[in-house]
């Protein structure tokens, strides 16, 4: 079945600089990619997402990249502030498994002032 | 428009009880995925309805079960609770089959004692 990896687990940078997190998946047949973003108490919140007709998609400070052969998506932001601070989870959508999204184990992000 | 809600926000229950969870998702979706969160475990798959059935199934025993109701609400039933089903449960609203898109709620915090 599908798996996903995702890294760093953790990832502290200063505010203003850019911040990536890189997500590896197993199965080739998969075609939708998500990222969520969780602050402490909430639930998660979709921020961007890719479909494999896509290489890239952007959206003012966030952007999500696509590598269908290296079977590879990355998220990237750009110009950080303290309220990026947040848990971000990427996930792909399984159609082998019934349909349902497969999550990484999430990358705790904190961006110091 | 609202967006997903879930009730009650927190749930304290003694071990062997049940607990009932609820979940009204987007205003018109028809689907509704649950997940479970626990701490340090990432977001697991639990169950997806869609149209009033069961779709899929996540790696769970049975006494997690749940249904969905004709306006497309949903309910999750634990029965016979275990210390380790301390966690935050999230339900996730989709359009419906053809749309992979998940919209979160805020999640139910069950604690079990």
């Known amino acids: 079945g599908e798996n996903v990896e995702q890294h760093p687990s953790t990832l502290s940078v200063q505010e203003g600089d850019s911040a990536v997190i890189k997500c590896t998946y197993s199965?080739?047949?998969?075609?939708?990619f998500p990222w969520y973003k969780q602050e402490l108490g909430k639930g998660p919140q979709l921020i961007i997402d890719?479909?494999?007709?896509?290489g890239e998609k952007k959206d003012q400070r966030i952007a999500v990249t696509l590598n269908k052969t290296a079977k590879h998506f990355s998220l990237h932001i750009t110009e950080t502030q303290p309220e990026d601070s947040a848990v971000y989870f990427c996930?792909?959508?399984?159609?082998?498994?019934?349909?349902?999204?497969?999550f990484g184990q999430g990358t705790e992000l904190s961006v110091k002032p | 428009e609202a967006g997903v809600t879930q009730s009650p926000t927190h749930l304290i229950k003694t071990r062997g009880q049940q607990a009932t969870l609820r979940c009204s998702p987007i205003?018109?979706?028809?689907?509704v995925y649950w997940y479970q969160q626990a701490l340090g475990l990432g977001l697991q798959f639990l169950l997806w309805?869609?149209?009033?059935?069961?779709?899929n199934r996540g790696n769970f025993p049975p006494r997690f079960s749940g249904r969905q109701f004709p306006n497309y609400s949903s309910e999750l039933n634990v029965n016979a609770l275990e210390l380790e089903d301390s966690a935050l449960y999230l339900c996730a609203s989709h359009l419906g089959q053809g749309d992979e898109t998940q919209y979160f709620g805020p999640g139910t915090r069950l604690l079990v004692l």
């Open positions: 996930a792909v959508y399984s159609y082998n498994q019934g349909g349902k999204l497969i």
């Open positions: 199965d080739s047949a998969s075609n939708y």
């Open positions: 309805y869609d149209e009033g059935e069961e779709r």
């Open positions: 205003s018109g979706h028809t689907s």
């Open positions: 890719i479909r494999s007709n896509v």
